[in-house]
């Protein structure tokens, strides 16, 4: 529902952290040495009734905003 470029994206230590403003949805990603792939951690699994997307569709749109980022860090 939300566009990718509503989120709030940033580099904190090795994760990349993702989270929709005005709401409790947040994510961070880190890649493990030995992965191909980002993984995630420190999930708000809180549904919030004030956000007009679920946790699943942040999380779906989060993974994209946060490998995106990760792209462009290399």
């Not at 005005?22 to 004030?50: C, F, M, N, Q, W």
């Amino acid at each position: 529902m939300s566009l990718d470029s509503d989120f709030h994206v940033e580099v904190v230590d090795d994760g990349i952290v993702v989270s929709l403003p005005r709401s409790s949805y947040s994510v961070t990603y880190y890649k493990p040495e030995k992965s191909p792939r980002l993984l995630a951690k420190g999930i708000t699994y809180k549904y919030d009734p004030h956000v007009a997307m679920t946790m699943s569709e942040f999380l779906v749109a989060a993974w994209r905003a946060g490998n995106e980022k990760a792209r462009e860090l290399g």
